[in-house]
């Protein structure tokens, strides 16, 4: 009987083992991707040619609330996350905990890389704005592949993927012009960054999701 309790306790440390060390892992690629997404968002705010349709729907709620924009993007987040919440809970996880956290510093941190960086280096806007998409592309693609949970805004593009049976780009493409039409009717700003990326960040971001999924191995997220 001891001897029955003493293996069963092995087997269960090492699940429980087994558990943390993936729980590590996850955590590690998340940070991963999310910290290339920040590169991205971080050249498309130098470039200054508008932002995406999510900055948009934030400049709009900072607008009509009257409230600072760090507030305005908290509320567009819970705004977001409760519609998730009422049609597909699993896509919050340690994700979408980590990007809540991580992803604003790691933004903070580019910026100042940027500024600081020597003049001969520093390229023109539109540079800065093609790369920012390619980067905010790649990290998104990355970081949702591993298939733990998502910011709110991920969570939400693939809601109504799931809903549409859409392909991933077609569905982003609806809701980052949903997002920015209400955006624009609160008050919100948008340049010819915020149209582009609204028609090509689909298109890349199914690139990059599909590509990071067989790198990593991982379940696919996206059926089509």
């Given amino acids: 009987m001891l001897l029955f309790f003493m293996i069963t306790a092995k087997r269960r440390d090492c699940k429980l083992g087994t558990k943390i060390k993936q729980l590590v892992k996850d955590t590690v690629l998340i940070c991963i991707g999310l910290f290339i997404m920040a590169l991205g968002s971080a050249?498309?705010?130098?470039?200054?040619?508008?932002?995406?349709?999510?900055?948009?729907?934030?400049?709009?709620t900072h607008r009509l609330l009257g409230i600072s924009r760090g507030m305005a993007d908290i509320t567009v987040s819970v705004v977001l996350l409760v519609i998730v919440l009422f049609r597909n809970r699993d896509l919050i996880n340690i994700g979408t905990i980590i990007s809540l956290f991580f992803t604003g510093f790691s933004i903070d941190f580019?910026?100042?890389?940027?500024a600081f960086m020597p003049q001969h280096l520093v390229v023109g806007p539109y540079i800065y704005f093609v790369l920012g998409l390619?980067?905010?592309?790649?990290?998104?693609?990355?970081?949702?592949?591993?298939?733990?949970?998502?910011?709110?805004?991920?969570?939400?593009?693939?809601?109504?993927?799931?809903?549409?049976?859409?392909?991933?780009?077609?569905?982003?493409?609806?809701?980052?012009?949903?997002?920015?039409?209400?955006?624009?009717?609160?008050?919100?700003?948008?340049?010819?960054?915020?149209?582009?990326?609204t028609v090509a960040g689909g298109y890349l971001t199914q690139f990059f999701i599909k590509r990071s999924t067989k790198l990593l191995k991982r379940k696919a997220i996206l059926n089509n």
């Fill in 43 to 60: 050249m498309s705010y130098h470039a200054n040619l508008g932002t995406g349709s999510i900055g948009t729907i934030v400049d709009g």
């Fill in 134 to 197: 390619i980067f905010g592309a790649m990290g998104t693609g990355f970081y949702v592949a591993v298939n733990t949970g998502t910011s709110a805004y991920d969570a939400y593009i693939l809601t109504i993927y799931r809903a549409t049976k859409w392909q991933y780009r077609n569905a982003k493409i609806l809701a980052d012009v949903i997002l920015m039409i209400v955006g624009i009717f609160m008050g919100g700003t948008i340049g010819i960054g915020t149209v582009i990326s």
């Fill in 110 to 114: 580019w910026k100042e890389v940027i």
